[in-house]
Structures are given as C-alpha cells and as structure tokens.
C-alpha cells in the first residue's frame, strides 16, 4: 500500500481517459480533501466541467490546446497559493498589440487576428481600435465607425453591456468593431478609469477583445496596456524599431498578466533592414511569431478592405500561430490540435509544483 503525501497541488491530464468521471470519481476518493486538484483534458462541454467542478472536487479546468500561458493564468494561482491580480471574474480574454512604432503593421496584425478569432474560429469577438483619429483597423476589417467609443471613454458612467453592445458595429455574426473617426481638430475629453471599465463591460459580452493600442504615452492608451491578459509588441527589423521594442519590454507586467509579452516580427526579410540573426545575437530580445515581408498582399488587402488572413500563405500561418499563442486557439487549418507534447508539459508541472513531504 502506498504511503507517498498527495501533493498540496494535483495535475491530472484526462486527454485520452474513455472514461473520465469515473477515473476523476475514483481520484477524488483516494486524495485529501484539502489537495487543490487541476484538471487537463480535451473535452469542451459546459455540463461535463460544471459536474467535476462542483461534484468531484475540481478546483479548475482547461482543454486542449493549451500553452504557458493558460498554464500560468488558470493554474498559476493555485501553483503559487496566490492570485495574480484582480482578475477572478469569468470573462472574456482581453488581447493588446502595440506597435513599437507607428508603420510597423500592429494596426494589420490586430485586425487580422481579430477576424481570425471571429470570423474563422467562430468565436465571439470585438476588435477596439483604441486610435479614434488615425486608426485603420475598421477599414482592413471593411467595418464601419461610429460614436460609441469616444461617448463612452467620456462618460464611462454610462458603459454597461447593452450600451456597448449597441455601440459596436457588426462586421459578421460573431466579429464586431469598436471604433471611431474623430476630427483631428477634436480634443477628446478623457475620464481616468474608462479603459479598464469598457475592457469589463466588453468581456462579459465577447470571448475575445483585441485592442490596437498606438503607441503613444497617453493615459487612454497606458490603461489599455495593463488591463489585458496579454500584450503583443509588433516590431520590424529597423534599428529604431528594435529599440523601442525593449523599451516596451521593459513595462511592468498588467495585473493580470502572468507571462512576457509575445513579440511578433513583421516584414522580415525587407530590403535594408537587419537580419533577425543580427537582432537576437544581442541580449533581451526573442521574436515569437516572425512574418516575411509580404507588400503585395498587404497591400491588396488594405485597398480592398478584405483580410489577408482568409487567404493561405504564410501571412494566414503566422496569424493562426499567434491566435494559439494568445488566444488558446487550435490551428483550424490542420487535423491535429496545438498540443504541447505530454512529456515537457510533465516536465513543466514538476518544476513549478511543490512536493509535500
């Protein structure tokens, strides 16, 4: 008979289980009632988690694909016995990408990723164009602007679900656009406090937010970079850009944000720019997701007002790595999901879970 302490924290991976209440049934019998018990599996369905959450003693469960970040965010808590941040409520999951610089193709990126989300996973999302002057997102999208946002960053007192479901315009069934087209002789009369309070409104509506952050050092746009869950900095290889890159590295994470950002490489390859061997031989900066310098079909894209993304490329590759990425999207275009092989998520789980004993 076995004498080994149960861990204070459990991980139990059901992916491939024919049988999974029973075996979670039989699990929960043999372990003590005070072991937090976090659960992997492949199983979408709203009635099998809500049956092992209350009735076999689940503390929290999430289904492939999963990556570190889902890691961190829903078993991180429990990992390190605290939570990281504010964020308990269910909700949707709020995405920022910031270019380092303006021209670097953030503004393409969001919006693409966006429809990816929406259009292409099906899930329910709405992309916030954050810049109401400049901002291009509505037009890559061929979606239409409007008064909503500008009234509610005014008057926040006024954000609720329903407003701000109003105020969104439809681009298709589950894809949606929050965004405007200001005067650039208009001074927009900004609360302290409206960012984070539309980013709350909009996740108990939609299950993706992706904001298109400027980057420029503005309270509006400092709120949206820290409540989010992630943040993607979009660079290209010009040294100016690399540069502001680390900068925006160097920001504290958001409190809800347990992971780096991702950082996405855009136009590699573009004549007179540094190679991507150059740039990472020098300490602090990676690139996660690296895009080739595709002029002809961005540029189509954005005169015809049709995402570059519903075409097959390496441009559409790019966008599906990073929904995964950010988003715990599994790649619509294969057969076999984003998984992270058995063993190194084993490997991961020993080295964060502390042993009783």
Not at 105 to 134: C, P, Q
Not at 286 to 311: C, Y
Not at 330 to 341: G, Q, V, Y
């Amino acid at each position: 008979m076995l004498t080994t302490k149960t861990p204070r924290v459990l991980i139990v991976d059901l992916s491939g289980e024919e049988q999974q209440q029973d075996a979670l049934a039989k699990l929960s019998a043999v372990v003590e009632p005070d072991v937090v018990l976090l659960v992997i599996g492949d199983a979408e369905n709203i009635g099998f988690y809500r049956h092992i959450i209350r009735d076999l003693g689940v503390t929290e469960y999430i289904f492939k694909p999963i990556n570190r970040d889902a890691v961190a965010r829903y078993f991180g808590p429990y990992i390190n016995a605290k939570m990281t941040g504010s964020d308990t409520a269910r909700g949707g999951r709020v995405i920022a990408v910031v270019g380092a610089r303006g021209g670097v193709g953030a503004t393409t990126i969001s919006a693409n990723l966006a429809w990816y989300l929406g259009v292409i996973a099906k899930r329910h999302t709405v992309f916030v164009e954050a810049d109401m002057y400049m901002g291009s997102g509505a037009l890559l999208l061929g979606g239409k602007t409007g008064s909503g946002l500008r009234m509610v960053l005014e008057a926040p007192d006024r954000i609720d679900p329903l407003f701000v479901e109003r105020a969104a315009q439809a681009v298709s069934e589950r894809l949606s656009i929050l965004a405007a087209e200001e005067k650039v002789t208009d001074t927009l009369k900004y609360v302290p406090g409206a960012a984070q309070k539309l980013i709350e409104a909009l996740r108990l509506r939609y299950n993706y937010v992706i904001v298109n952050v400027p980057f420029l050092p503005l309270p509006l746009n400092r709120e949206f970079l820290k409540f989010n869950h992630h943040r993607v900095i979009v660079s290209d290889a010009t040294l100016a850009s690399v540069q502001d890159t680390v900068r925006l590295l160097e920001l504290p994470n958001g409190l809800w944000q347990p992971q780096s950002p991702t950082v996405v490489l855009n136009r590699e390859g573009l004549v007179g720019t540094l190679t991507r061997q150059k740039i990472e031989a020098s300490p602090g900066l990676k690139f996660d997701i690296i895009i080739p310098d595709l002029p002809e079909l961005i540029n189509e894209s954005a005169s015809f007002g049709e995402p570059a993304v519903t075409k097959a490329g390496p441009f559409r590759n790019a966008i599906v790595k990073l929904s995964g990425e950010v988003g715990f999207v599994a790649d619509r275009d294969r057969t076999t999901s984003l998984i992270a092989p058995r063993f190194l998520l084993s490997a991961l789980l020993r080295k964060l879970i502390p042993q009783r004993g």
